[in-house]
């Protein structure tokens, strides 16, 4: 079956660490986003990348890292430079252009203990 | 200014309402429109695109208002199963490809 995988489903992480979340989809499409989604609020764009090799910076890129190596992966780090990281991660793609819709994964909870 | 606004909620309605959700976007250029639901603690799933004549899809319409700038989402006969987050997605043409989301309107259906 076709989708988008995150791992790990939770990651707990210490203060000062880096951790990578993972995302891979089999669906061939173009683009992959990043979003970040804090208790009551919506989704916050951190990165976004429309093709291989090449990513853009969100709304709140600031403490995050991708890269785009491959169609089928777009892996985050959440660096230490990120102060509060707690939240649910969701990794999404899309086939490019404007209209599209985007599917997403099942997400990743990240908490900092 | 949020780029796409929606009431929070909670909406707490009988089984077999009708209950209406409304958006507002704020750049008159944006080009897509959809409706995504969230359950609690999963992910967002499209539950419909919203274009300028208006969609129905079942129980659903969405209808687009490009003048004033706002999306708005119907829901007739409600059922328990219908409760969830509804979330106002955008996207933007500001030469970023992808999709801004408004805080989401939750719904809950009561028996």
């Known amino acids: 079956d076709g989708g988008i995988t995150q791992s790990p489903k939770y990651l707990f992480r210490k203060e000062g660490q880096n951790v990578t979340l993972s995302c891979e989809q089999n669906l061939n499409h173009d683009a992959m986003y990043w979003y970040r989604q804090d208790p009551g609020q919506g989704l916050r764009l951190i990165y976004y990348s429309q093709i291989v090799n090449d990513f853009q910076k969100g709304d709140i890129a600031e403490g995050y890292s991708v890269s785009r190596e491959k169609k089928e992966s777009f892996p985050l780090t959440v660096t230490s430079a990120q102060k509060n990281p707690t939240a649910f991660y969701l990794c999404?793609?899309?086939?490019?252009?404007?209209?599209?819709?985007?599917?997403f994964g099942q997400g990743t909870r990240l908490t900092v203990v | 200014r949020k780029e796409v606004e929606q009431d929070p909620g909670p909406f707490n309605v009988p089984e077999g309402a009708t209950v209406a959700f409304n958006c507002t976007y704020s750049?008159?250029?944006?080009?897509?429109f959809f409706w995504y639901r969230q359950d609690c603690r999963k992910e967002p799933k499209l539950l419909m695109s919203?274009?300028?004549s208006g969609n129905e899809d079942g129980r659903f319409t969405a209808q687009l208002n490009r003048a004033s700038q706002y999306i708005s989402l119907l829901i007739r006969d409600s059922k328990l199963s219908d409760s969830a987050t509804y979330l106002c997605?955008?996207?933007?043409?500001?030469?970023?490809?992808?999709?801004?989301f408004g805080s989401g309107t939750r719904l809950q259906v009561q028996p």
């Open positions: 919203v274009y300028s």
């Open positions: 999404a793609s899309s086939i490019e252009g404007v209209k599209t819709e985007a599917f």
């Open positions: 997605v955008v996207n933007l043409d500001t030469g970023r490809r992808a999709l801004t």
């Open positions: 750049n008159s250029a944006s080009q897509s």
